[in-house]
């Protein structure tokens, strides 16, 4: 187990390496984040923001968006994959909004979930980026990044997130949330970049694969 202090020197690190981390989605308003963070559901930021213009330049709020019909949203989200679900998703999410919040987006955990489309990932990433509500969301990104390096442990998204949370000040969270992704997306791949990443020497997986590797002496002696 790693100490406190080692933790908060790992999350510094990766800060350094990754100045500015931030969500890579586009969006000018909390229901524009919401609805990205649906769009991006087994698709890329990359390929949400390439449709989200068009899609809320016909439908910008949640009044607008509300009177579509699938097949008027089908096309716009098309290539993001899965586009009926989420068609569906997002009419049922802007439906709720204006009948139980008055079209806003609710600064709320568990009322953020009880919308269509809406899981714990998504609602923290809402809260966090575009409600100023602390917020750790955990994707997949997170989940391979921290266990890893030692500083979470398991494959559940929710007991990961409040491992990380207890290490961390709320006001870090959300930007710790960030640079664990950026970190999975740039640096700690499925096939890692070891010899780039700044927490190597903090790091359990690459601890036991240097384990596993004998040293070029060794090799040697064995020959
Ligand atoms: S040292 Fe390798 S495995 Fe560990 S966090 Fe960095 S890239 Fe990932």
């Known amino acids: 187990m790693k100490s406190p202090l080692d933790i908060r020197k790992i999350f510094d690190a ?10 890579e989605l586009h969006y000018t308003t909390a229901f524009e984040l919401l609805a ?7 698709s890329t930021d990359q390929r949400v923001n390439l449709v989200t213009p068009a899609l809320f330049a016909r439908y ?16 716009l ?9 989420k068609a569906k998703s997002l009419i049922g999410m802007a ?11 609710p600064a709320d955990m568990d009322a953020l979930t009880a919308l269509p489309g809406v899981g714990r990932k998504t609602a923290n990433v809402v809260l966090g980026h575009a409600l100023h509500v ?15 390096i030692g500083i979470a442990d398991g494959d559940d ?5 409040a491992q990380l949370c207890a290490e961390l000040p709320p006001e870090r969270w959300t930007r710790a949330s960030d640079t664990l992704i950026l970190h999975g997306r740039r640096i700690c791949k499925p096939k890692p970049l070891c010899d780039q990443c700044d927490v190597r020497t903090h790091c359990d997986e690459a601890a036991r694969a240097t384990r596993k590797t004998p040293s070029r002496t060794a090799r040697s002696r064995k020959q």
């Open 14 to 23: 990766l800060d350094r390496q990754h100045p500015g981390a931030d969500t």
């Open 36 to 42: 990205a963070t649906i769009l991006s559901a087994q």
């Open 60 to 75: 910008p709020d949640a009044e607008t968006m509300a009177q579509a019909a699938p097949e008027d949203l089908e096309p």
């Open 77 to 85: 989200i098309h290539s993001t994959g899965f586009f009926r679900a």
């Open 95 to 105: 439906r709720m909004l204006v009948a139980e919040h008055g079209g806003e987006v």
């Open 134 to 148: 602390p917020g750790f969301p955990v994707d997949r990104h997170v989940l391979r990044v921290s266990n890893r």
């Open 157 to 161: 998204p929710e007991q990961v997130e």
